[in-house]
């Protein structure tokens, strides 16, 4: 069964350093996401993306991140210059369409920012 | 402000027994309602999707229910096993073509043996 993967599993870096987290959606689906959560409490959108352009996304979604299908099959999040608050889980989803259908979640990359 | 609120934060229950999770929502407009389970440290899983029009949903022991009108969800598990440990997450999607998903803070079932 085709599936959402997320590379790195866990992410180790100094605050203020870039990282790119990766997600490889499920092939035939247009729609991709990310979500955040934090230790603890609920999950939160950041971002969904359609037609190599983003259409919609949360306050959380400031000038510090950005998104991009660099290839086509990789989706990545990019945190230019991390914060101790970004350490969170980071989970990439991706849907066959918009909001309304399923969204199929990736197991998630474990950001920790020291 | 879109919100989902969840009872109880909590449950434990023993192995064999039946529970069920509430979910209230404030979305508006309102397009469908999903429950989740995501296991510790690992994304969630989707177990239904309800539109407005649709009252009940089952996937196998997992049965949910859906009031519009009281903006009302329950997901009742029959004869838990241990496997059914995990975070239950009620989600609700607005509509509209930039529609986002607004998810509850999880209740989280531990079933004893």
């Known amino acids: 069964e085709p599936e959402v993967t997320q590379t790195p599993s866990h992410q180790v870096t100094q605050m203020g350093q870039e990282v790119i987290l990766r997600c490889v959606p499920i092939s035939n689906h247009l729609y991709f996401y990310w979500y955040r959560q934090i230790l603890g409490q609920k999950v939160e959108f950041l971002v969904s993306f359609y037609n190599n352009e983003i259409s919609e996304k949360s306050e959380i979604f400031d000038d510090q991140f950005s998104v991009e299908r660099p290839d086509g099959s990789n989706f990545t999040l990019k945190i230019r210059s991390t914060k101790l608050e970004d350490s969170a889980m980071y989970f990439c989803?991706?849907?066959?369409?918009?909001?309304?259908?399923?969204?199929?979640f990736g197991p998630g990359t474990r950001l920790t920012v020291l | 402000k879109n919100q989902v609120e969840q009872s109880p934060q909590s449950l434990i229950i023993l192995e064999g027994k039946n529970c069920t999770l509430q979910c209230n929502y404030t979305v508006s407009p309102f397009s469908n309602l999903r429950w989740y389970k995501q296991d510790t440290g690992r994304g969630p899983v989707s177990l239904t999707i309800m539109t407005f029009s649709e009252n009940t949903k089952s996937n196998g022991r997992y049965t949910a229910t859906l009031d519009a009108d009281t903006k009302q969800s329950s997901l009742h598990i029959t004869a838990s096993q241990l496997s059914d440990s995990a975070s239950y997450i009620c989600?609700?999607?607005?509509?509209?073509?930039?529609?986002?998903?607004?998810f509850g803070k999880g209740i989280t079932l531990s079933v004893r043996p």
């Open positions: 989803a991706s849907s066959v369409q918009g909001t309304k259908y399923e969204q199929f």
């Open positions: 989600v609700v999607s607005d509509t509209g073509a930039n529609s986002k998903l607004t």
